[in-house]
């Protein structure tokens, strides 16, 4: 009830949420109340979560942030919800996004945007914005978002908060409505980091729906705590600080590392030479597989089609109407990006030249985890900019992705930490790269950071 309250107080401003699960989530909360005896083992128990609109619930509207699935509502939970509520968890609603996770601002919703609780002219980030908006303004503990370019940790870290986007593979997708298959990551956005684990451990294992689900055990969080990093070795891609990040976000970025080695940590330099290519990479790589996953959307087995007068209309037509009705201008030009790119006699030239540089990122990182625990970097080269400022500059809000959408790349752990405020009090990021599945280092340095 305290949750609900302070949604129905305060998101009338913010618009985190899509769908505010009032009723639904007190009937909950009874019936975890209820079982509270024989449930006691569960490990979230009467936790209530809010959930990236872009996750299936089961009965519950899902729309990506889209008009295209206005009105859907899902025959079954995305297997990360199913996991939530065995584990007590009360889904207290679904959260705003950029319309099928494609930005970087929450501006590209089809329901409007998302506000910054710290600084309600300007965006909370992208595109799991109302998701970390929601955990920042005190509407929910904990909230879960997707991470395919930096969408959990760069919001995270404009809006003050944890996010961790696990290993490739560490977590389902089940359930999840696709954007760009392998690079799609779902985890948690929480207060502390602790709380990050705690979710983790829920969230993470084998599912036997989803092929790309990893059998790796989930790894045991709860002996982490309190984190200790004596001896622990950080990384820190000097060049790639060189130019383009905000004064203030370097010295909060020194300042966490000062942090860590006053702490034991040892910093050193690694050298990623290809990273300078990672977000010309990312944005052929992502729209290709994004044009390709998108096509399901055609009117006739989800969501909005269009209306055509008289029976001469073909389906040709239907489908081209329903999509250039249902889909918004950011979802538009990653459709025809990713198609051209992979179009006879480009797609050499485009998107298996892209793989190819994607491989040599991918050696950097682990020439690099052969001296260090963990690659350190912001998680944004700037705080959270103005709500319109970059609405008609794809290229600006791209070049913002910079420093996350490596990971995604190689498919590595990552986690961005709160790490202050600049002057006009915006929060900022401090982000930690990690091994394949070793969310735990991450888990226990961001611990120690804090
Ligand atoms: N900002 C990036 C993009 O627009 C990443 C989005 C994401 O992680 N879903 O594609």
């Known amino acids: ?37 024989s449930w006691r083992d569960r490990p979230l128990l009467g936790v209530p979560i809010a959930v990236k609109d872009v996750i299936c619930t089961r009965g519950v509207p899902t729309t990506a942030g889209s008009r295209i699935l206005a009105g859907y509502r899902p025959p079954y939970d995305a297997t990360v919800v199913s996991r939530l509520l065995d584990a007590g968890a009360v889904i207290v609603g679904k959260t705003n996004c950029d319309e099928f996770a494609m930005g970087s601002s929450t501006e590209h919703s089809a329901y409007g945007p998302t506000r910054n609780p710290w600084a309600l002219d300007r965006i909370p980030g992208g595109s799991s914005g109302g998701a970390a908006a929601a955990v ?34 560490r977590v389902s997708r089940y359930g999840l409505l696709a954007f760009a298959s392998s690079l799609d990551q779902i985890g948690p956005l929480t207060w502390t980091v602790a709380d990050a684990a705690a979710v983790l451990q829920v969230l993470a294992g084998p599912d036997p729906r989803d092929a790309t689900a990893s059998t790796e055990p989930p790894p045991d969080l709860s002996r982490l705590f309190p984190g200790n990093v004596r001896g622990t070795r950080i990384g820190v891609p000097r060049v790639a600080l060189a130019d383009g990040v905000d004064p203030e976000v370097l010295d909060a970025f020194g300042a966490a590392l000062a942090m860590l080695s006053d702490r034991g940590a040892e910093v050193c330099d690694v050298d990623l030479p290809h990273m300078q290519y990672a977000v010309p990479v990312y944005y052929l790589v992502a729209p290709a597989e994004a044009s390709s996953n998108l096509a399901r959307y055609d009117g006739v087995r ?16 239907m489908y081209a109407r329903t999509r250039s009705e249902g889909f918004g201008a950011e979802v538009k030009r990653r459709i025809m990006l990713g198609t051209y790119a992979l179009s006879a006699g480009y797609y050499d030239a485009y998107y298996v030249h892209a793989q190819r540089v994607r491989s040599l990122i991918r050696n950097d990182f682990d020439r690099a985890f052969a001296a260090v625990d963990a690659v350190a970097m912001p998680t944004t080269p700037t705080p959270a900019f103005r709500i319109g400022e970059r609405i008609d500059d794809p290229l600006a809000m791209y070049l913002g992705d910079v420093f996350t959408v490596s990971a995604n790349l190689t498919g590595l752990p990552a986690i961005s930490l709160p790490a202050g405020l600049t002057q006009a009090r915006l929060p900022i990021g401090f982000q930690l790269v990690g091994r394949p599945f070793d969310e735990a280092t991450l888990l226990r340095i961001g611990d120690a950071l804090e």
Do not use: N, W
């Not at 997707?146 to 593979?169: E, F, H, M, N, W």
């Open 1 to 37: 009830a305290h949750y609900l309250d302070r949604i129905a107080a305060t998101d009338g401003r913010l618009h985190a949420f899509t769908t505010v699960l009032r009723e639904a989530a007190l009937a909950r909360a009874d019936e975890v109340d209820a079982r509270r005896a």
């Open 136 to 169: 920042a303004a005190g509407q929910a503990p904990a909230s879960i978002g997707t991470d395919t370019g930096g969408s959990i940790r760069q919001p995270a870290a404009l809006c003050g908060v944890v996010g961790l986007k696990p290993t490739y593979g």
């Open 302 to 317: 989800y969501g909005h089609r269009a209306k055509l007068d008289g029976a001469a209309a073909g389906v040709s037509e």
